[in-house]
């Protein structure tokens, strides 16, 4: 039976992840919502965990985060987006990661993901 415990609360600085275009597009709604933004989020998985290793924040304990995109898109993790809702027991069973990368993982993603929608935000209303 899965843990329904929230996790602490953990304070997690956002690095530097690669710019993408936040303008919508015709096909794409110009209101930016948290449960929208998933349309806008082009964060592919491969480049997002390339820049948690050359981050050096994210990348100091050379982990080599990147090793794991394989196994999160062949489980159908394809964007930054998709890595929002994970668990840690998620992470281990389709990324193949241990514990404690996992929750690095986890962090990671939901700091990223916060700047994003802050960012696409700040876009929307400037």
Not at 3 to 30: C, E, Q, W
Request: aromatic share 6%; proline share 6%.
């Amino acid at each position: 039976m899965a843990n329904l415990t929230p996790a602490p609360a953990v304070h997690v600085t956002p690095h530097s992840i690669p710019s993408m275009p936040l303008t919508p597009t015709p096909t794409v709604s110009k209101r930016v919502v948290e449960d929208d933004f998933e349309l806008l989020d082009s964060t592919d998985i491969t480049t997002w965990l390339k820049s948690l290793d050359t981050d050096l924040i994210c990348g100091k304990l050379s982990l080599d985060y990147a090793q794991y995109a394989p196994s999160l898109i062949t489980a159908g993790f394809l964007n930054l987006s998709d890595m929002v809702d994970l668990s840690v027991e998620e992470l281990i069973k389709y990324g193949k990661m241990n514990v404690g990368t996992a929750k690095r993982v986890i962090k990671f993603a939901a700091a990223d993901h916060q700047k994003l929608i802050r960012d696409a935000k700040r876009a929307q209303s400037g």
